[in-house]
């Protein structure tokens, strides 16, 4: 297994170029399976899970080609041999969940192993399922399985209970080739989301209103083939922005959309952190400790879940004491374990953890227990006394595309070992 090894202290300076958003590729792999027609997708970020899910297309007839050194993506699904993607592959990764949306509804019929939960909580898909339902698809469990078939999905008005990203994705590309018209309300209004609505109207879906609480789908008969350019990585952007906060440095984060990371951007300037805002780029400059700032997590346009562990690395050095609550998933402190490792002092109280800053951090050996947690142990390790050595990195590979290259650039000694 893989580890990184940091030695912190260095002030990080220079450029870092964003590459596009792991969210919203893999639904978008997802969605090409609903037309039989060539998807070329650009701007590919080649991550363990852009990997998995093209295996799980290539596992059930889909042709693809990866093509590294352009980061473009060919998808061709005309010879769909099966609609029920291998256990093995599927329980990888959670996201594998959202080709279920597509091939009920080209093909009326999905079989898949249900997701379970994961270190970030227990995850259930019952919004996917009660979507499904509504929609007119039957709908059975058993087995660990998951089957889903319809004579033809009908157009209906779901409600969310809550704003789930993954239920909004996979409702909305069942809808595309349904009958008639769906509204789902209080939909999820992430960026990931618009740009899967973007992806599915150049096939020739019919959609409004990504991007609010409320999207309207009126079905199509079939979609046809298209090109396009993922958006970037509004968490990998944030990630640098705390990298070049930590260690008080000067970072240009570029290839970003302001828009996206407005949340993080309020929150660091209300730390005390310059962040001079251009046209896609983000100059973030940092000359002292942060000041402590709260922060509670909320579905968009509030403050991301996904930045939560990452802040905490932040505020775990800040001047003062932070309260960060997390709303949108019930176990995401795992961090907070490896944090007090490194001699931060948090407390987790319920839904809350109350995080007393502290003058430095100290190495140590310390494991990544999922994405985030692991991004937000290699900020710490960049600000920490000593040496930092991280293991179960392979969570990061999911994520970040190129960490330990891209911080070395802008001056960190960090490396990655095999082992
Ligand atoms: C691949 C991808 O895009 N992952 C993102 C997506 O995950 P994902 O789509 O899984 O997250 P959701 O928005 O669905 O989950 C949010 C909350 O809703 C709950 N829920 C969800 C579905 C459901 O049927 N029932 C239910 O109760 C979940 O347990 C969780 O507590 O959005 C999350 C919230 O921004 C991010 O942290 C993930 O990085
Ligand atoms: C939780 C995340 O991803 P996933 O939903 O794929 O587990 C994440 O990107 O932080």
């Given at each position: 297994m893989d580890r990184i090894l940091i030695s912190g202290g260095n002030r990080l300076t220079g450029k870092v170029k964003i590459s596009a958003a792991k969210n919203s590729v893999l639904p978008i792999i997802a969605a090409s399976l609903l037309c039989p027609f060539e998807c070329k997708l650009e701007g590919i970020p080649f991550l363990d899970d852009v990997f998995v899910i093209c295996d799980v297309l290539r596992s059930i007839g889909s042709e693809i080609s990866l093509n590294k050194k352009s980061n473009k993506i060919i998808i061709k699904s005309d010879n769909i041999s099966t609609i029920e993607p291998p256990y093995e592959l599927v329980r990888k990764m959670r996201a594998s969940f959202l080709v279920i949306g597509p091939l009920l509804s080209r093909f009326g019929r999905c079989r898949i192993s249900l997701p379970g939960g994961c270190n970030i909580g227990t995850r259930p898909i019952d919004l996917h399922l009660k979507g499904f339902s509504a929609l007119g698809a039957e709908v059975r469990l058993g087995h660990g399985y998951v089957e889903a078939s319809c004579k033809k999905l009908k157009g209906a008005k779901i409600y969310l209970d809550f704003p789930s990203v993954g239920a909004t994705e996979n409702i909305m590309m069942a809808a595309t080739l349904s009958q008639g018209e769906t509204i789902i309300e209080n939909a999820a209004e992430e960026p990931e989301v618009v740009d899967l609505s973007n992806f599915l109207n150049s096939m020739g879906a019919n959609i409004i209103g990504a991007g609010t609480d409320t999207i309207r789908i009126e079905g199509v008969k079939e979609l046809k083939g298209t090109v396009h350019q993922v958006i970037p990585d509004r968490i990998e952007a944030g990630t640098y922005m705390v990298a070049a906060a930590i260690t008080q440095g000067n970072v240009v984060v570029e290839n970003i959309i302001l828009e996206h990371i407005r949340p993080v951007i309020a929150k660091l300037q209300e730390a005390g952190i310059t962040v001079i805002e251009e046209q896609n780029r983000?100059?973030?400059?940092?000359?002292?400790?942060?000041?402590?700032?709260?922060?509670?997590?909320?579905?968009?346009?509030?403050?991301?879940?996904?930045?939560?562990?990452?802040?905490?690395?932040?505020?775990?050095?800040?001047?003062?004491?932070?309260?960060?609550?997390?709303?949108?998933?019930?176990?995401?402190?795992?961090?907070?374990?490896?944090?007090?490792?490194?001699?931060?002092?948090?407390k987790i109280d319920g839904r809350s953890a109350v995080v007393e800053g502290v003058p430095r951090l100290t190495g140590a050996q310390v494991k990544a227990t999922d994405l985030r947690a692991g991004a937000a142990l290699v900020l710490a390790g960049l600000v920490a006394d000593g040496k930092t050595e991280i293991s179960d990195i392979h969570h990061l590979d999911r994520g970040y595309v190129n960490i330990v290259e891209k911080l070395q650039s802008l001056g960190a000694d960090i490396q990655r070992v095999e082992s």
């Open positions: 983000v100059k973030v400059i940092a000359e002292d400790f942060p000041k402590s700032v709260d922060i509670k997590t909320l579905p968009y346009p509030g403050f991301p879940t996904d930045m939560q562990a990452q802040f905490m690395a932040l505020m775990s050095i800040a001047k003062g004491t932070s309260i960060i609550t997390e709303t949108v998933f019930e176990n995401r402190f795992m961090h907070v374990t490896e944090l007090k490792r490194m001699g931060a002092n948090i």
